[in-house]
């Protein structure tokens, strides 16, 4: 008996029952999953419509589907005259994604169902600046926690967010090798180290860019097709949405606004380095030094030490030098991201990071700047507000980001007809190649076949 093309959720090929399925049906799977997925079509009448294909085909193709387990018929819609039809949902419990955000000083990670609905997540502090190998074995360490947590631990892949750009062209459908994000990170594989423990896909995306999609999904931005968000830190980035997608650009590196030259008074210099944290925290301790700020020159009387933080709360208990430092930040940030706001039209922009998000002073002055350089019909509905998810944004996006690359067509038609994305052909060459590089260095450990 010849073996259908068809295969289990175990990633074997279906030998029982009849021979429905074969390679051409891989297109009709993955639109009527993402159909299904979307929430575009909820019945099967809904999905012949809107898939214009016929309803032997849709049966065969939901059947298909239900046992992989990626879509479920069990509940009963409302009926309208006749027979409730029977609804068409996606089981987005049907497998897990893991994500972790990096940052200058703190860890976060999570899990997320295949919907991209964070599950649980645990934040720790850390230092970015420690040696890669060190915080990829304790990124596997929490994974592994987390997973053990899960009644359903079946992976489905990995997504990371990093303080850097991701240049990779946003043309790879997921990560081959570990790009160069940071200093240091070139001589370390650390995807190279999360597909070998994992056995699971591996996506990469900077912070704004998790955090832009983060908002859009999940936070303020949420039934917005166009968006700007701005991340206030020791960097200054933007992330931007257009028609409810991420826009990476042609190299992946969109949003690079800390390093536009900006100048105030007889001062020139980056954005990052005039309005950023540090630059924020150095003028808070000038102002300390020569008796400008009451309040700051007290904490430092007693010993504490002045961060961006520390001046954004003298600023908000009334400190005349600590408003003034923000106020500056706040009218520099929005000088650039009007220029933005002014060649992109969005309609919503999501001031993210600590200092905005714990101080209205910035907030004020980023929004008077912005209203003030725009054009009346790019600021006449232009709302301008601060970030509401905090830092589950980045995890939340990082999970988006992982399910729209898993999903995405290109992708999905190679693994759909397995149920599995380990299956994936150049998944599979991946884990070939860091077999035989392991191998090569005497390592013979190499990540389990699906």
Same mark, same amino acid.
């Given at each position: !008996?010849?073996?259908?093309?068809?295969?289990?959720?175990?990633?074997?090929?279906?030998?029982?029952?009849?021979?429905?399925?074969?390679?051409?049906?891989?297109?009709?799977?993955?639109?009527?999953?993402?159909?299904?997925?979307?929430?575009?079509?909820?019945?099967?009448?809904?999905?012949?419509?809107?898939?214009?294909?016929?309803?032997?085909?849709?049966?065969?193709?939901?059947?298909?589907?239900?046992?992989?387990?990626?879509?479920?018929?069990?509940?009963?819609?409302?009926?309208?005259?006749?027979?409730?039809?029977?609804?068409?949902?996606?089981?987005?419990?049907?497998?897990?994604?893991?994500?972790?955000?990096?940052?200058? %000083?703190?860890?976060?990670?999570?899990?997320?169902?295949?919907? $991209?609905?964070?599950?649980?997540?645990?934040?720790?502090?850390?230092?970015?600046?420690?040696?890669?190998?060190?915080?990829?074995?304790?990124?596997?360490?929490?994974?592994?926690?987390?997973?053990?947590?899960?009644?359903?631990?079946?992976?489905?892949?990995?997504?990371?967010?990093?303080?850097?750009?991701?240049?990779?062209?946003?043309?790879?459908?997921?990560?081959?090798?570990?790009?160069?994000?940071?200093?240091?990170?070139?001589?370390?594989?650390?995807? /190279?180290?999360?597909?070998?423990?994992?056995?699971?896909?591996?996506?990469?995306?900077?912070?704004?860019?998790?955090?832009?999609?983060?908002?859009?999904?999940?936070?303020?931005?949420?039934?917005?097709?166009?968006?700007?968000?701005?991340?206030?830190?020791?960097?200054? $980035?933007? $992330?931007?949405?257009?028609?409810?997608?991420?826009?990476?650009?042609?190299?992946?590196?969109?949003?690079?606004?800390? +390093?536009?030259?900006?100048? !105030?008074?007889?001062?020139?210099?980056?954005?990052?380095? !005039?309005?950023?944290?540090?630059?924020?925290?150095?003028?808070?301790?000038?102002?300390?030094?020569? $008796?400008?700020?009451?309040?700051?020159?007290?904490?430092?009387?007693?010993?504490?030490?002045? %961060?961006?933080?520390?001046?954004?709360?003298?600023?908000?208990?009334?400190?005349?030098?600590?408003? /003034?430092?923000?106020?500056?930040?706040?009218?520099?940030?929005?000088?650039?991201?009007?220029?933005?706001?002014?060649?992109?039209?969005?309609?919503?922009?999501?001031?993210?990071?600590?200092?905005?998000? %714990?101080?209205?002073?910035?907030?004020?002055?980023?929004?008077?700047?912005?209203?003030?350089?725009?054009?009346?019909?790019?600021?006449?509905?232009?709302?301008?507000?601060?970030?509401?998810?905090? +830092?589950?944004?980045?995890?939340?996006?990082?999970?988006?980001?992982?399910?729209?690359?898993?999903?995405?067509?290109? !992708?999905?038609?190679?693994?759909?007809?397995?149920?599995?994305?380990?299956?994936?052909?150049?998944?599979?060459?991946?884990?070939?190649?860091?077999?035989?590089?392991?191998?090569?260095?005497?390592?013979?450990?190499?990540?389990?076949?699906?």
């Amino acid at each position: !008996m010849p073996t259908t093309a068809s295969m289990q959720t175990d990633g074997h090929p279906r030998r029982k029952g009849r021979p429905r399925v074969s390679e051409t049906a891989a297109p009709s799977l993955v639109d009527i999953l993402n159909l299904v997925r979307t929430e575009q079509a909820t019945t099967r009448q809904e999905i012949e419509r809107q898939s214009e294909l016929g309803r032997a085909v849709v049966a065969d193709r939901l059947g298909m589907l239900g046992e992989l387990g990626l879509v479920d018929e069990s509940e009963l819609g409302t009926a309208a005259g006749g027979r409730a039809p029977r609804l068409v949902r996606f089981s987005a419990d049907r497998g897990r994604i893991l994500v972790a955000t990096l940052d200058q %000083t703190a860890l976060g990670v999570g899990v997320a169902d295949l919907a $991209g609905s964070l599950l649980m997540e645990h934040h720790e502090a850390t230092e970015l600046a420690q040696p890669v190998s060190a915080l990829a074995e304790r990124l596997v360490t929490l994974f592994r926690w987390i997973l053990e947590r899960q009644s359903n631990p079946q992976l489905y892949g990995i997504s990371i967010s990093v303080p850097g750009a991701v240049s990779d062209g946003g043309e790879a459908l997921f990560q081959r090798a570990t790009p160069g994000v940071l200093p240091g990170w070139e001589s370390f594989p650390l995807v /190279e180290t999360l597909v070998a423990a994992f056995d699971a896909p591996v996506w990469l995306r900077s912070s704004v860019e998790t955090m832009t999609m983060g908002e859009l999904h999940a936070g303020a931005g949420r039934n917005q097709r166009t968006m700007l968000l701005v991340k206030v830190g020791k960097r200054i $980035g933007a $992330g931007l949405a257009s028609d409810g997608m991420l826009f990476r650009g042609a190299q992946g590196t969109v949003g690079l606004i800390g +390093s536009v030259p900006v100048t !105030m008074g007889d001062r020139t210099g980056t954005l990052e380095a !005039m309005a950023g944290s540090d630059h924020i925290a150095q003028d808070g301790r000038l102002a300390a030094e020569n $008796g400008a700020s009451p309040v700051l020159a007290e904490l430092v009387r007693r010993g504490g030490d002045i %961060t961006a933080l520390e001046v954004a709360q003298a600023a908000q208990v009334g400190d005349a030098a600590a408003i /003034e430092i923000l106020s500056q930040s706040g009218r520099l940030i929005g000088q650039v991201v009007a220029t933005l706001a002014n060649m992109l039209n969005p309609a919503l922009i999501v001031l993210s990071g600590s200092i905005a998000q %714990t101080n209205d002073i910035l907030l004020a002055s980023a929004r008077e700047a912005i209203y003030g350089a725009c054009h009346p019909l790019v600021s006449r509905d232009l709302q301008i507000i601060r970030s509401q998810m905090g +830092s589950s944004s980045g995890l939340v996006g990082a999970a988006i980001v992982a399910t729209e690359g898993l999903f995405a067509a290109p !992708m999905l038609r190679d693994w759909i007809m397995s149920g599995l994305p380990q299956a994936h052909p150049l998944f599979q060459q991946m884990k070939h190649e860091i077999a035989q590089r392991k191998a090569i260095k005497g390592d013979n450990v190499r990540p389990p076949d699906v």
